[in-house]
């Protein structure tokens, strides 16, 4: 009697122990499958929504009113870019995009870094109503104003434009060169 008790308490037991092993087991299962599910859902749309907003974001990255380099980096340039257009320019792949383009441009070298540098922030996606570069039907009307108006708004400020784009430590000649390259790309 004895012993048939004890076995069938420590059967009793047994099942009990199962029974928590089997409802844990279940548990966990669900807990890794829910969060499974859960973590799979949201990340994908976490990613694309960063990937839009980067996307988004970036060509407004670009308006970079940087005042302090482009002289620097514009006028030592010049040189050094004639030379190099000659010859090794074209065979350095590396190099070769910048240069390149400052080559088939090469007057307005001076006029293309201080427009990438700093008329950029506003003329490339049209900020305040400033006319967008090769917006031709944009700039038709105040070509027709003249090179010297241009000019003159430009050193000067009008409206919404500041004067020099807003880096008075450019010097006239830069600025006067950025337009041209403003009005080339827009003739
Ligand atoms: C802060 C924004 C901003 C920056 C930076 C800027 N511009 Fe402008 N620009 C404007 C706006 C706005 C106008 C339109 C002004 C108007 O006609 O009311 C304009 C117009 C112009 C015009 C046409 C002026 C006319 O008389 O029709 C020229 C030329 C020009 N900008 C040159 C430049 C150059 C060169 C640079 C860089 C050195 C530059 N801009 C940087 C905002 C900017």
Not at 20 to 43: K, T, Y
Not at 47 to 53: E, K
């Amino acid at each position: 009697m004895t012993t048939d008790n004890a076995g069938s308490k420590a059967s009793a037991v047994k099942w009990l122990l199962f029974l928590v092993v089997a409802i844990a087991a279940i548990a966990v299962l669900r807990n890794v499958l829910f969060s499974r599910h859960e973590a799979v859902a949201p990340a994908p749309q976490d990613a694309a929504t960063a990937q839009a907003v980067e996307a988004r974001i970036k060509p407004v990255g670009e308006v970079s009113i940087a005042p302090a380099p482009p002289r620097a980096a514009s006028v030592p340039a010049a040189p050094a870019v004639q030379t190099a257009a000659s010859g090794p320019a074209a065979a350095d792949a590396g190099a070769a995009k910048p240069a390149q383009t400052v080559a088939d441009a090469a007057p307005s070298k001076a006029g293309e870094t201080t427009y990438h540098s700093l008329c950029t922030g506003c003329h490339s996606i049209g900020a305040m109503g400033a006319p967008r570069y090769g917006d031709k039907a944009a700039w038709a009307p105040r070509i027709a104003q003249g090179m010297q108006a241009l000019y003159h708004s430009a050193l000067h400020g009008k409206n919404a434009m500041p004067a020099k784009g807003g880096n008075p430590s450019l010097s006239d000649a830069d600025v006067k060169a950025a337009v041209d390259y403003m009005v080339a790309a827009a003739k």
